[in-house]
T-cell receptor, first 114, second 115 residues
């Protein structure tokens, strides 16, 4: 019954080697979000898609990119991972703008950079 | 910059006691607040929310209080159980209908329930 699915749960990548994290949803929600959560810190919004419209946060590094080929899928691309990019990456979806109880989070992908 | 933050990083309570987790916010324009529970290795789980036109909202064993005068939010958990042990985040909902709502999270409080 998983509704927001993130793959893989754990990802190990080499320093500087591009990596892609994926998120899929079965909820048909129109908004999809990517958050970065470092150890013992709060989730930090990187960017989100409202339908096909991409909305980047002002302080999100250019190293982070995203794609949303259709309603169900959204990808997070890290072009050149650094050690500081090791974190849990959370995908979330929502249906109705402004209705926070419409948010659904995935279980996250924990990224390790070696 | 404006942010949402928590007063205490850790809270330890005895099983059966009531827990109170606090949060201060600084964005007076925000009209919607949410409490999330996050267990180790999992994504945030929605607990309860409250709009700024309300002072109090109750759920099952949980109550959220909002004091707009001092920009303070609290989560009360009644009869705390071991399964309540987790990190609790308050979050501020912002954004409009044309770009989608966005959440800004506070720093989190680690709640530990002792048997």
């Amino acid at each position: 019954d998983a509704m927001v699915i993130q793959n893989p749960r754990y990802q190990v990548t080499q320093f500087g080697k591009p990596v892609t994290l994926s998120c899929s949803q079965t909820l048909n929600h129109n908004v999809m979000y990517w958050y970065q959560q470092k150890s013992s810190q709060a989730p930090k919004l990187l960017f989100h898609y409202y339908d096909k419209d991409f909305n980047n946060e002002a302080d999100t590094p250019d190293n982070f990119q995203s794609r949303r080929p259709n309603t169900s899928f959204c990808f997070l691309d890290i072009r050149s991972p650094g050690l500081g990019d090791a974190a849990m990456y959370l995908c979330a979806t929502s249906r109705d703008p402004g209705r926070a109880n419409g948010y659904t989070f995935g279980s996250g992908t924990r990224l390790t950079v070696v | 910059g404006e942010s949402v933050g928590l007063h205490l990083p850790t809270l330890s309570v005895q099983e059966g006691d009531n827990s109170i987790i606090n949060c201060a916010y600084s964005n007076s324009a925000s009209d919607y607040f949410i409490w999330y529970k996050q267990e180790s290795g999992k994504g945030p789980q929605f607990i309860i929310d409250i709009r700024s036109n309300m002072d109090k909202r109750q759920g099952q064993r949980v109550t959220v209080l909002l004091n707009k005068t001092v920009k303070h939010l609290s989560l009360q958990i009644a009869a705390t159980q071991p399964g309540d042990s987790a990190v609790y985040f308050c979050a501020e909902n912002r954004g409009g209908e044309t770009s989608g709502s966005r959440l800004t999270f506070g720093e989190g409080t680690q709640l530990t329930v002792n048997p």
